[in-house]
């Protein structure tokens, strides 16, 4: 399975920017699908991730202002993220995994996201 990341971008404090992860490949029911950021320096965080029933998590950091969602059928993963602060400046990786057989775990390539103040 390859995910592949889009939709960053340079955008103003206030913004809003959309990230899409598409996957190629096959997935399979009950796995959980998130979105992780990192910037240099610092560990990579979650941001918020989604089950395949619909269940969503967030960080406290975005809550409230980003929605993350998902198409089970088409394998792709959205992350809106709206009023964007300079804070949320990152390079934003997906994520699906399985922690039952079949188990898997895999990556995006990133995509870079800078909010300017």
């Known amino acids: 399975v390859q995910l592949q990341a889009s939709g960053g971008g340079l955008v103003q404090a206030g913004g809003s920017l959309r990230l899409s992860c598409a996957a190629s490949?096959?997935?399979?029911?009950?796995?959980?699908w998130g979105w992780y950021r990192q910037v240099p320096g610092k560990q990579r965080e979650l941001v918020a991730t989604?089950?395949?029933?619909?269940?969503?998590d967030y960080a406290d950091s975005v809550e409230g202002r980003f929605t993350i969602s998902r198409h089970n059928l088409e394998n792709t993963m959205w992350l809106q993220m709206n009023s964007l602060q300079p804070q949320d400046t990152a390079v934003y990786y997906c994520?699906?995994?399985?922690?039952?057989?079949?188990?898997?775990?895999?990556w995006g390539q990133g995509t870079l996201v800078t909010v300017s103040s």
């Open positions: 989604v089950t395949s029933g619909g269940n969503t």
């Open positions: 490949g096959r997935t399979f029911s009950g796995d959980t």
């Open positions: 994520n699906t995994r399985r922690v039952w057989p079949p188990k898997y775990n895999y």
